[in-house]
């Protein structure tokens, strides 16, 4: 079943998937960590764009933390849905305790993952959002947010492999989403992989330090 040998060589195939898009513009590519980065880092080198990581933490809903009430990233942006926030009646304070945590956790990876360093500048840019795999697509979904919260042109996920459930769904609030593989039979991204080990941190600030 596995169509790729590794995150490596599904960046490889995306990047060619992305280049004709791109050609004489100059995007950021972003890179949701741990495992998207790999894939992003190809994509990078490939466009000659340069590299950084999305981070965001989705807000879980008091009791269903499998629902997400929004999400945190970076700046200490954040993005609330507001349907599930009226219908569970949850006052602005409570909110600012969900988040303020997570809001704490993101800022954590950011400096582990840039050694302290600025992020690439986003406002007014095309980026490209890279992942190993969407399946439900809700993670993208806040990456989305949290992009768009940080005032860029455009956004462009990139993922080698998808359900056609979270195609649907990202297509909403993405400017193009691109993908080779939506399978009609879709059960966990590892599947399409022949190697799916897990990226290390380590090699998340190594390929950072190399592309960004």
């Known amino acids: 079943m596995a169509s790729y040998a590794n995150r490596a060589d599904a960046g490889r195939r995306l990047a060619e998937e992305l280049l004709p898009l791109f050609e004489g513009r100059r995007p950021v590519v972003l890179g949701l960590p741990r495992g998207g980065v790999p894939l992003a880092a190809e994509v990078s080198a490939a466009l000659q ?29 954040k993005v609330l849905n507001k349907r599930i926030v009226a219908a569970l009646g949850l006052n602005e304070d409570q909110i600012s305790q969900l988040a303020a945590a997570l809001a704490g956790e993101v800022e954590d990876r950011l400096r582990r993952f840039r050694g302290g360093d600025e992020g690439i500048p986003i406002r007014d840019r095309d980026v490209i959002v890279v992942d190993d795999g969407m399946a ?43 993908t080779m593989g939506t399978p009609r039979y879709f059960r966990a991204v590892g599947e399409w992989y022949a190697d799916f080990t897990q990226t290390t941190e380590e090699e998340v600030i190594e390929l950072l330090a190399r592309y960004g």
Do not use: F, H, N, Y
Not at 56 to 76: F, M, N, S, W, Y
Not at 160 to 173: C, F, G, I, N, R
């Open 49 to 77: 764009a340069p590299l950084d990581v999305l981070v965001v933490r989705k807000i879980p809903t008091p009791g269903q933390p499998e629902l997400a009430l929004g999400a945190v990233g970076e700046g200490d942006v």
């Open 136 to 178: 439900t697509g809700a993670s993208m979904m806040a990456a989305i947010a949290v992009a768009s919260a940080q005032g860029v042109g455009s956004v462009t996920v990139a993922v080698p492999v998808a359900s056609v459930d979270a195609v649907k769904l990202v297509s909403q609030d993405a400017d193009k989403v691109v």
